[in-house]
């Protein structure tokens, strides 16, 4: 018997349903230093704010990213389920306006290499986030490693920070490219929204997109869309500094105003998502490292 087949019959034996209930939306970026992650803790706390119930699960593994932004160090992380010794809602950790994250933790290096029995423990878990959350954010490391690649893949909805650093733009092409010839990676199920974060105006803003956009539809095929932008604002840098996420710290900025917009944004365009349950998205992501 293959790996590929005895993860599908591990699959089956924990009976993970190919169904969708929160809504899964993964943030990554092509290179570090682009604010990714904060992007993604404060478009959690909007969506809160609009009602939602929303988990951030750090997936920048070995980093812990996540809890360091938001002040909060978790009792446990995704090891504890790796080794059994917890369940994923058992590590759930409540964060500021009680946005929950699960963290990645210091001692994972990634999923990889996973034994069965470890692999069991984790998928038997996945299915508990999808009963208590609205929105799962998974925050990916930066880059294009396979760990990012697989959890783009994944899932069907991606939203791709950029800067208007030329090295930014860059290198979101080459994540895109390295995206577009990756095993399972699906055009047409997965949607991938552009947000210009650190810019001077919207009008830049749109025009790096419109950048962006132009190439990966000449080359690629690909067609982006463009989710908004996030002005550059130094009290971001004072909330970083703080351990506070700027929508908390400072609720009036230029740059929180921009992040309630792309949150209302991705709320109204909701009912236009073809869903992917998280199961489904760790269902997918094994899948395709076993096949390899």
């Known amino acids: ?7 599908r019959n591990i699959i089956k034996m924990n009976n993970i349903k190919q169904k969708s209930t929160a809504r899964v939306i993964t943030v990554t970026s092509g290179k570090g230093g682009v604010g990714k992650s904060n992007v993604a803790i404060n478009l959690g706390i909007q969506l809160k704010k609009l009602g939602n119930n929303v988990i951030i699960l750090d997936a920048d593994f070995g980093l812990a990213n996540i809890e360091v932004m938001f002040g909060t160090i978790p009792k446990y992380n995704l090891k504890d389920t790796i080794e ?3 369940s994923l809602k058992e590590i759930i950790t409540e964060g500021p306006f009680g946005v929950k994250f699960i963290s990645g933790g210091t001692g994972v290096e990634g999923l990889a290499n996973l034994s069965k029995v470890q692999l069991g423990n984790l998928l038997r878990s996945v299915e508990e986030l999808d009963e208590i959350a609205d929105i799962i954010i998974i925050d990916t490391g930066a880059g294009i490693s396979d760990s990012v690649l697989e959890f783009v ?3 069907s909805e991606v939203l791709l920070v950029t800067t208007p650093e030329p090295t930014s733009l860059t290198d979101s092409y080459s994540l895109l490219k390295a995206l577009n010839s990756y095993k399972g990676f699906s055009k047409e199920n997965t949607k991938i929204k552009i947000i210009a974060n650190k810019v ?3 009008v830049e803003g749109r025009n790096l ?9 000449r080359f690629l095929g690909m067609t982006l869309e463009f989710l908004g932008a996030v002005p550059l604002d130094e009290q971001i840098i004072k909330a970083v500094m703080q ?3 700027i929508s908390i710290s400072y609720p ?6 921009a992040l309630e917009k792309l949150a209302a944004e991705l709320t109204g365009i909701s009912e236009n ?3 992917k349950s998280l199961a489904e998205v760790f269902s997918s992501y094994f899948h395709r490292k076993s096949d390899k």
């Open 200 to 202: 001077s105006s919207m």
């Open 153 to 155: 893949a994944s899932g």
């Open 1 to 7: 018997m293959d790996q590929a087949q005895q993860l």
């Open 84 to 86: 059994g010794k917890k």
């Open 243 to 245: 351990q506070k996420p």
């Open 252 to 257: 009036s900025s230029k740059a929180t105003k």
């Open 273 to 275: 998502v073809k869903k």
């Open 209 to 217: 997109f419109t950048k962006l956009n132009m190439v990966t539809e």
